[in-house]
């Protein structure tokens, strides 16, 4: 799976949209893009993935680049209990993948009154 | 009921004592795996199953084990339970694209 990059941490007024990069420069072409997140102790939630498209579901837009080296994580309208630690996350899927997966240190969002 | 239900939710346990943690789920999913999380850490895979003859070690599976008793069902075993593995422990279900995960066990080893 290809390796990502996010940054530590990052502040967003409540109300405002939160937009949280990833880079993934060596991201292979049937690798995906994925974005969890874990709200303090409690398990990671599924949020929304992409393979070169822009995605948008009821929780977030996913904008990935058009070299799919990075990839943008938007939470249109942010509210406190989207304060969390938020993961990106790059590998193969499908029934035919057999790798687990793995989570980094991720980007802790955290959103102000 | 949630998707992946994991018993107990928090225990507490004395050093060399055995203790299961048990993860059932509702998704139908092959898929399940156990996790451990430290303190300011991102998750670690122990254990992996893809089926109910299938079971894999992670990368920290050293003094772990676990059973796939059914497609629902997936237990994480500790013989011997030591200090060093207190931690927040979850368990997961996938079909091969997102994946599910339970609430977690908080686990303390005295």
């Known amino acids: 799976d290809a390796k990502t990059t996010q940054p530590t941490s990052m502040d967003c007024a409540e109300g405002r949209a939160a937009n949280l990069p990833c880079n993934h420069s060596t991201i292979s072409g049937n690798e995906y893009v994925y974005w969890y997140r874990q709200i303090h102790s409690q398990g990671p939630q599924y949020i929304i993935h992409?393979?070169?498209n822009n995605e948008t579901n009821e929780m977030a837009s996913l904008i990935i680049t058009e070299d799919r080296k990075s990839s943008t994580l938007i939470l249109p309208h942010a509210t406190l209990r989207d304060t969390a630690v938020y993961y990106c996350?790059?590998?193969?899927?499908?029934?035919?993948?057999?790798?687990?997966?793995?989570f980094g240190s991720g980007t802790q969002l955290t959103v102000l009154p | 009921d949630a998707d992946v239900t994991q018993t107990p939710r928090n225990r507490i346990t004395k050093t060399g004592k055995r203790i299961m943690l048990e993860c059932s789920q509702t998704?139908?999913?092959?898929?399940m795996y156990w996790y451990r999380q430290d303190p300011g850490l991102g998750l670690r895979l122990i254990y992996y199953s893809f089926d109910v003859k299938d079971i894999n070690k992670g990368e920290i599976s050293d003094g772990y084990s676990v059973s796939r008793q059914a497609q629902a069902k997936f237990s994480l075993s500790l013989e011997s339970a030591i200090p060093n593995q207190t931690a927040l422990y979850f368990c997961a279900t996938s079909d091969g694209w997102g994946y599910t995960f339970g609430s977690g066990t908080r686990l303390t080893v005295v």
């Open positions: 998704k139908g999913h092959d898929r």
């Open positions: 996350i790059v590998r193969v899927e499908g029934a035919g993948s057999a790798r687990q997966l793995t």
């Open positions: 992409g393979l070169k």
